[in-house]
């Protein structure tokens, strides 16, 4: 297995994990924030495809997915299209918005598709490649990708939470 064969399959867990998490979930349980100030299932995912689609397009010198394919439009979110939920405040959660649970699985599909497309592009010496030099020690382009990987998987394993926490019937994949 090569490292990009490695990295494909850990990609595509987050999207595995966001079919089951909304599967038959209701528009109310989507956007429930526990306690009024925690993040909804719906941020949870939205925000899981957004940060890895700006840091991936980022790195590959290209537009995000987000406003490229027009997913912006479709979410018509409001919310700046630069918003991709750092430092977002609980009325900025709020307006996470979606009108199904499909816009989510499909915009954090797409996402991993070009994630996954650009990495098999890569050669190894790219992926040990420095492209920031602000952490110590530098951070290489392999690193990045799979720290985009590990956020996505974090925020849905929280989504998972969430939508147990909310939605008492909902028991979960695991």
């Given amino acids: 297995m090569t490292p990009q064969e490695l990295f494909e399959d850990a990609a595509r867990r987050p999207s595995q994990v966001a079919r089951q ?3 038959g979930v209701q528009l109310g349980v989507l956007h429930t924030m526990p306690g009024g100030t925690s993040n909804s299932v719906a941020w949870l995912v939205w925000h899981a495809a ?3 689609d700006a840091q991936v397009a980022r790195l590959a010198g290209t537009e995000e997915v987000w406003s490229g394919q027009g997913w912006n439009e479709r979410f018509g979110l409001d919310l700046p299209d630069s918003s991709m939920g750092f430092g977002h405040r609980p009325e900025d959660v709020a307006r996470v918005r979606v009108t199904s649970a499909e816009l989510l699985q499909d915009y954090l ?3 991993v ?3 996954v497309d650009y990495v098999r592009g890569l050669t ?5 490649e420095v492209v920031d030099r602000s ?3 530098p951070v290489t382009r392999g690193v990045r990708l ?5 956020d996505a998987a974090q925020h849905l394993g929280q989504a998972a ?3 147990g926490l909310v939605d008492g019937g909902w028991s979960g994949p695991y």
């Fill in 50 to 52: 957004r940060q890895q």
């Fill in 109 to 111: 599909d797409a996402v």
């Fill in 135 to 137: 952490w110590d020690p």
């Fill in 161 to 163: 939470y969430v939508r």
């Fill in 21 to 23: 998490v909304l599967e």
């Fill in 113 to 115: 598709e070009r994630t």
């Fill in 146 to 150: 799979v720290s985009t990987v590990d």
């Fill in 124 to 128: 190894d010496a790219q992926l040990d």
